[in-house]
C-alpha cells in the first residue's frame, strides 16, 4: 500500500471550533488532493495541490483552506467548523500525467456537532 | 474537465460478468481511463486503465472504442466481495469523479 497517513481517523468537535486534518505521505508524489464524501454524492474534490506552495480549489472549497509548506504533508483547515460539514474525508496522492494513478488515505471521520 | 455518467446502481449474481459502462463524452485527446473501487468504510483503491482498444489484467477488463467517448469496466465472475462502488474518471490534474456505480453482488 502507498504510503499515506491520515490524521486523526476520527473527530468528533464543536461548531464554530478551528479544526485541521493532516495527510502525510512518504512517497514523494507532486500531487496531493482533498475530498469529503457523503451519502449520495459520492467523492467531492476540495482542494488539491500541485507542488509545495501550490494549491487550488476543487468542486467544494467554500469553508476549508489548505496548505503545503512541504513535499510529504497537505493539511486541511476547516476556520470555522459547521454541521454541514460533517463527513468523511479522503486525502489522495499522485505523480503528474495523463497515465497515473492515485493513491487515497483510510480517510478520516469528522463530526460536527 | 470531462464529465462522467454511470448507473447509479446495478445487481448481479455470483459467477456472472458484469458490465459497467461510463460515458466521457467531452473526454481530452490526451487523458487515459481510469477506474477506482471503493469498499465501505476505505478509501478508493486503483483497478484499471486504459486509452483505447481493450486492456486487460488480472483483476478486470476495460473496452475503449474509438471515439473514446465511453468505456467499459468488465468483471468476469463476479462474487460477493465485488461490492463495492466503482467510479470512472477521464485522467486529469483534478481527479474529479462523479458519483460512481453501486454494484451489489447477490448470493
Known amino acids: 500500500d502507498a504510503g499515506i497517513t491520515q490524521s486523526p481517523r476520527h473527530k468528533v468537535t464543536e461548531t464554530g471550533t478551528p479544526v485541521t486534518l493532516r495527510c502525510h505521505q512518504t512517497?514523494?508524489?507532486?500531487?496531493m488532493y482533498w475530498y469529503r464524501q457523503d451519502p449520495g454524492h459520492g467523492l467531492r474534490l476540495i482542494h488539491y495541490?500541485?507542488?509545495?506552495?501550490?494549491?487550488d480549489k476543487g468542486e467544494v472549497s467554500d469553508g476549508y483552506s489548505v496548505s503545503r509548506s512541504k513535499t510529504e504533508d497537505f493539511l486541511l483547515t476547516l476556520e470555522s467548523a459547521t454541521s454541514s460539514q460533517t463527513s468523511v474525508y479522503f486525502c489522495?496522492?499522485?505523480?503528474?500525467?495523463?497515465?497515473?494513478?492515485?493513491?487515497f488515505g483510510q480517510g478520516t471521520r469528522l463530526t460536527v456537532v | 474537465l470531462a464529465k462522467t455518467t454511470q448507473p447509479i446502481s446495478m445487481d448481479s449474481y455470483e459467477g456472472q460478468e458484469v458490465n459497467i459502462t461510463c460515458s466521457h463524452n467531452?473526454?481530452?485527446?490526451?487523458?487515459?481511463i481510469t477506474w477506482y473501487q471503493q469498499f465501505p468504510s476505505q478509501g478508493p483503491r486503483f483497478i484499471i486503465q486504459g486509452y483505447k482498444t481493450k486492456v486487460t489484467n488480472e483483476v478486470a477488463s476495460l473496452f475503449i472504442p474509438a471515439d473514446r467517448k465511453s468505456s467499459t469496466l468488465s468483471l468476469p465472475r463476479v462474487s460477493l466481495s465485488d461490492t463495492a462502488v466503482y467510479y470512472c474518471?477521464?485522467?486529469?490534474?483534478?481527479?474529479?469523479f462523479g458519483k460512481g456505480t453501486r454494484l451489489h453482488i447477490l448470493p
Open positions: 467531452n473526454i481530452a485527446t490526451n487523458d487515459y
Open positions: 489522495a496522492i499522485s505523480e503528474p500525467g495523463e497515465d497515473t494513478e492515485a493513491f
Open positions: 474518471h477521464p485522467r486529469d490534474d483534478k481527479i474529479i
Open positions: 512517497e514523494n508524489h507532486r500531487y
Open positions: 495541490s500541485y507542488g509545495v506552495k501550490d494549491t
